[in-house]
């Protein structure tokens, strides 16, 4: 339709062909962009923000053509990694939005090219381009930090409001208020945000202090590369002016008992000299799986505070900051209409508001509450859609660090055994299903034994603070979806 008035306009010598050329390169442009900020603003949903950053930065479509779409990336490691981590998930939701893409390629980023092609038809066409912009990947480069993260742009709520308060006492008295300092919680409640609003706070102080925010998994892969090449001093020389140093997603470092090690020592040395160290995960120090006992026994020797999922007031405010953030307005039944319906989690409340953002950049129009039912179909919350037994099952063998076969395993291991019944309880307690029906799903045991397994969690969950955060957790990402 589009081509097709260009075509007329060209026909009646409105414009010219050079003119319609660039036009409509333009608008193939503007079409691939609006497609890849869709894929982006569902792929946030999925994924940390800190691999999400990591991954997709400098990503964008290079070329849409028949069945295929064409990804430029940076370089060949993100190649290698987007095409065997997230390929079947960015098919299927590209495929949601435009059902005759049936494939996928990546290409090595051609973003000269890409800016080249841009700049002349704009020039030419004198159009511009407007995109969705995402913040995350305004990162500076000294500490790695993204300014738009600040406790001014941070909703407190009645579950967030103990972590905030300890991240502002730290933010004022950096190595001494609360050392080291444990953030914990599902997927998508804003730890992210909570402490890297910290380090923006002192990197932006007089006293100038030196703050590094760093992913576990650059740690990590920042540790391998320095063993590989027999540089461990240097890299630990870089790190040893740092004041702050802030590490997300503190729980992938478990298993990897080199990276262990030498982050012991690096904790040690900053720790001694009083520097801050600030750290996030999905669960507490002691229900972190292979994780040495004394860098356990440091992660939790400071402030371990927990975030817990936001209340509907809460999400109605985080709603309306976003908007604030973005100067946009929508009407106040939509908002309520999203903070009614999507529980899971913060992120995925900015996911639903940028999906009807998308709709109203693309469309120029405001949705109201009839376009906004349409569009947040995919987002709103049902318990009965999210927890089933596949769900509880595989969420609990992967909290534990076990195969999913394990959990039925007749075997009287303790490491096995405690699963086991933690899967049990939940069945009863979350599904409400008999005690022998949970037996039969357990391969046929004797139903005494899931009463029993049912009855020794809940009445140690009533004693054990550590089993009622590892079943608060587990519920959280069962009911995450």
Known sequence: MYFTYLLDLLRNKVCSIKTYYATG???VIMENTELWQ?????????????????????????????????ISV????SKEWLSNKYYKLMLKIMHDIDATIKELEFTINPQSLKALVVKEAADTAKIDIEQLKFDEFKINKETNLNPRYTFENFVVGSFNELPCAAALAVSENPGYAYNPLFIYGGVGLGKTHLIQAIGNQIANDPKKKKVRYMPSEKLVSGIVAAIRSNSMESFKASLAPIDVLIIDDIQFIAGKNKSQEEFFHVFNSLYEKNKQIILSSDRPPNAIPELEERLRSRLGGGMTIDVSLPDYETRLAILKTKLQEKNIKLPEDVLEYIASNVKKNVRELEGALNSLLIYYKINNNIPNLEIAKKLLKGFVFSPFDVANYKKIIETVAKFYNLEEKNLFDSTRRKEIVRPRQVAMFLLRKELKYSFPAIARKFGGKDHTTVIYAYKKILRE??????????LNLIKQRVYSG
């Open 25 to 27: 390169l333009l608008f």
């Open 461 to 470: 969950s009533e004693e054990n603070n550590k089993l009622t955060d590892e």
């Open 38 to 70: 869709s894929v982006l603003a569902q792929m946030q949903l999925h994924i940390s923000k800190a691999n999400f950053a990591t991954w997709f930065q400098n990503t964008g479509i290079a070329l849409k053509e028949n069945e295929k779409v064409i």
């Open 74 to 77: 940076p370089n060949a490691f």
